[in-house]
DNA sequence: CAAACTTTGTTTGTCTAGTAAACAAAGTAA
DNA sequence: TTACTTTGTTTACTAGACAAACAAAGTTTG
């Protein structure tokens, strides 16, 4: 076994400590560095210059003084590298260029007309493609590419198993990485999201964050100290099978009663196809000018997303609760309902700091979430290295 | 803000690298060392020399040789220290006195009579004052005291509110602490209990685990990633308040269907009552007499029981999920019945290398977590110390 | 405007801790 | 008896952090 318990290590830490500040605080100097993160003078200054000569941070020359030498401030040089992102939906690919700091530089949308695996992958290379093409002159070029999919995937990057597309055992980040030669990350569209969120959306800065994308069915992504939380094997999230009527209808999970089929936009078009509604721009409209029965469909589907969520904060008690996907588009009429649900159900101390909201990064939660996968992996081997 | 990414941390973690070589698969030689851990021979020959001087490391003379110069065979030195560890019941107080190992060195239990404050904690501070009287001379003594108690705790380690006792705000840290004058440790006794079966029982070495203690009430104790997980503020795994039937009793925690109405003991007394029976020990008499309706009645518990945990499989995808407390010793006839109702509703995927066990350490489980409280971070602080 | 003080960032020397390699000690095998 | 092995220590070296001194570039004050 190895586990280098070495020195190296501390330099990787302390660059790691250095580069934060940068990312966080920019711009600001040296001085100021050492001051915030407690490291020398000399130490900051040496890593500092480790990260000029890699392309990472960039000086910007004087800035204004505060009674003595001026400070040369420093900066992220967060175009020295792009990272592609790409949402895999069922009926769309999304693609997103992004610089190092996650801001978006281009965009591209595929409507998909075909599910299998043959159709649509060479698609979604042509998009990377086409994403790669629009990358500006930099040192590193395209530094990763991050895909978020609607479906089981495993530690190596193959979908085992995506209900919707009909897929089974695609090795879509072999593939990739093959194409593209360099490193790519595959994972669930709610982990994605989860993270889209945490990084760039209602969820900044919060360690302990619940992403419930509701969409088909229901996911989850449980960011929890900070960190995307895996159960065994690297799979778990299954939220919306969390049984919340214990003799309800059976579920194609095996169970009874499972959330998803209560709360999902599923849940919600199967209840309205009696009204005559089949998808969810019709519903909206019909609730916006006013339909009752419209209105108490998803009054009665707010709750049902409450008293799943009301479950996750008793299980969880997190920081915050962000419901994103397609069913976020109904915030207006859903709100209600869902605060109210929770408020009832979950225990009082849990709510004293919860946050119920509705994702900000709207239809992008999860390209902007994929993005940073490849940017967060960049950035750490950067770290690494040293030089 | 500080953050040492300092040189002291490299040698810290490196001691606790060999510590735990040697806790593990003592005894062993300075060259095994070496080799298990890749860490220098020098360095490993002067940790351990500071090891040895510090108490916790025993150099027991030559080994038998392989083909060369005899090894020097080092042992963890266990007895250097001991820790009290107390489990703090509804009806009783459970204390123990463990070695650096944990192994149980003296053990004391005591009948409570009345719950408040005034007259519980006088008995237990006189337990542990026994206990710590039973120490046999050794370098550091009483190293700390852990405990475990019905009820929410803060990171202040004061008692926030313990609904069977009817206590709020006991300091009980601040209490302990003041009178021994080393660390004390509490926690909420399903914390503990995950810990003791983590340490010594049915989770040793896995890394996600979740301890269902089934008593009065349901609560948790959620070991993911093998370590403790707490929510926001350090408060969580109220996994009793999971909701199992959304339209169903209504729960003292404002929630309805709550799955401890169903699955505790409390749940199981409740039911018994019709039947002509008030206890536990009662209902375990007469299902081992075959008397039919308690053994349904069992069936029935168990059934609940199954139907809470499948939603913890599916939420946390666990490798291990323990039965403890009171209900555990019903296994032999609410077993079959939680097995076989976590099988159908779990999903499938997430049975593969689940297991569900009862508490292997018994009534023991929270008093041992308890004292490992007390261990840990009496290691940790050795690691930290150096010398 | 000169002198005194401040702030910034580099340089210099020191310290800690880990590593590699040589070596001594103590054994086994041929 | 000689050669090889294994163990654990010693020695010399290296990386990297830090403190203190210092130089550079300001600002403030008398």
């Known amino acids: 076994m190895k586990q280098t318990g070495d020195l190296s290590l501390v330099k990787k830490m302390n660059t790691a400590i250095v580069l934060d500040a940068v990312l966080r605080h920019a711009p600001l100097s040296r001085a100021q560095i050492s001051e915030r993160t407690g490291l020398n003078k000399a130490t900051v200054s040496s890593l500092v210059q480790d990260l000029i000569d890699s392309h990472l941070v960039l000086d910007l020359g004087p800035g204004e003084s505060s009674g003595g030498r001026k400070p040369n401030l420093l900066q992220f040089r967060s175009r020295s590298g792009h990272a592609v992102g790409i949402d895999l939906g069922v009926n769309y690919i999304r693609g997103i260029l992004t610089d190092l700091e996650g801001c978006v530089v281009a965009e591209r949308r595929i409507a998909l007309k075909a599910h299998d695996a043959k159709s649509v992958i060479p698609q979604l290379l042509a998009c990377i493609e086409a994403l790669r093409g629009e990358i500006p002159p930099c040192p590193y070029g395209m530094v990763g590419i991050g895909i978020g999919v609607p479906g089981l995937v495993n530690e190596d990057g193959t979908i085992l198993f995506a209900p919707n597309l009909s897929w089974t055992e695609v090795p879509l980040r072999a593939i990739a990485e093959e194409r593209f030669g360099v490193p790519v990350t595959i994972d669930n569209e709610a982990n994605a999201g989860a993270q889209g969120e945490q990084r760039y959306g209602a969820g900044r800065g919060i360690a302990n964050q619940i992403y419930v994308s509701a969409g088909i069915g229901i996911g989850t992504g449980m960011i929890l100290n900070k960190e995307l939380y ?70 009665r ?16 008690n997190p920081d915050v609760v962000i419901i994103g996907n397609e069913m976020r588009r109904a915030e207006a009429w859903i709100g209600g309902a869902v605060q109210r649900t929770v408020a009832a159900r979950a225990l009082a101390h849990h709510q004293r700091k919860l946050k119920v909201l509705f994702a900000e990064q709207g239809e992008k939660s999860a390209v902007r979430g994929a993005a940073y996968y490849a940017i967060s992996s960049f950035l750490a081997k950067m770290k690494g290295s040293g030089a």
Chains 1, 2 share one sequence.
Not at 253 to 266: D, F, I, M, P, T
Not at 302 to 315: F, Q, R, S, T
């Open 301 to 316: 589907i707010g709750e049902a997303l409450g008293v799943g969520i009301a479950n996750i904060v008793n299980v969880f």
């Open 230 to 299: 895996k159960g065994s094997g690297g799979f778990s999230g299954e939220l919306g099978h969390l049984s919340i009527h214990a003799d309800g209808k059976p579920c194609r999970c095996g169970n009874r009663g499972c959330w998803e089929l209560y709360a999902s936009e599923n849940a919600l078009l199967e209840q309205a196809e009696p009204l005559g509604f089949h998808d969810l721009d019709g519903l909206l409209e019909a609730a916006g000018q006013g339909r009752e029965d419209v209105v108490a469909l998803f009054e």
